[in-house]
């Protein structure tokens, strides 16, 4: 029975944000192209942040989750608004940016789900894995998509300077803190769940800002 659970998370995470895209693509008219490109560019930018935080000592149990947390709100919020705002700019919609926030989060569903399938046969897997995985990819790319979201806004309403320190800073508070309340799978939960929802409802807010804009 754990095995089977160990297949199911790994599935739920390597194929819900492949669903998610396909859904999203069906309802809406977003082109797909963003989500492959960030998947893509997740690949130096997560091997670069490994890099660093080799260095951070993680005896240091405040500080190490604080650099951390800095760190890949920096890489990660940094790369989508380089990519945004100079390589994809035939791809200007809100729509588009949720595609390309979409392949960011499904790049770090991917490799969670091959650490899942690799539990097989080990007797490790914890007894809730699966309600883990599946609730990391419901949480998870949302969460992705509305940064991102937040960065366009940025870029299309000539905010830069005040939108994308905001967006890292919170992606480095959201890091910190699931860091360090990683010894309770439920306080990072309920964490998770209330700072993504208000995060969604808020780039909610910006493209309902940018739709009326383009309006006028």
Request: one cysteine or more.
């Amino acid at each position: 029975m754990q095995d089977f659970n160990c297949v199911l998370a790994g599935i739920a995470r390597i194929l819900g944000p492949v669903i998610m895209i396909v859904i999203w693509n069906k309802k809406t008219g977003a082109r797909i192209f963003p989500a492959p490109v960030a998947f893509a560019v997740c690949i130096p930018v997560f091997i670069i942040g490994g890099a660093i935080r080799m260095g951070f000592n993680p005896n240091d149990f405040y500080s190490y989750y604080i650099k951390q947390g800095l760190l890949y709100g920096i890489l990660e919020e940094g790369s989508k608004f380089l990519m945004l705002r100079y390589v994809l700019t035939s791809y200007s919609s809100c729509k588009d940016a949720v595609t390309y926030g979409i392949g960011h989060g499904a790049y770090e569903m991917f490799w969670g789900g091959i650490a899942c399938l690799g539990l097989i046969g080990t007797g490790k897997a914890a007894p809730e894995i699966v309600f883990v995985n599946v609730f990391s990819v419901i949480e998870g790319i949302p969460f992705a998509a509305a940064m991102t979201v937040l960065i366009y806004y940025g870029i299309s309403t000539g905010r830069t300077k005040i939108m994308l320190p905001l967006v890292i800073l919170l992606h480095a508070f959201c890091n910190m803190v699931s860091g360090l309340f990683s010894f309770s799978t439920m306080i990072v939960v309920m964490f998770s769940s209330v700072t993504t929802a208000v995060i969604c409802f808020a780039a909610y807010r910006c493209w309902k800002s940018i739709q009326l804009s383009d309006e006028y």
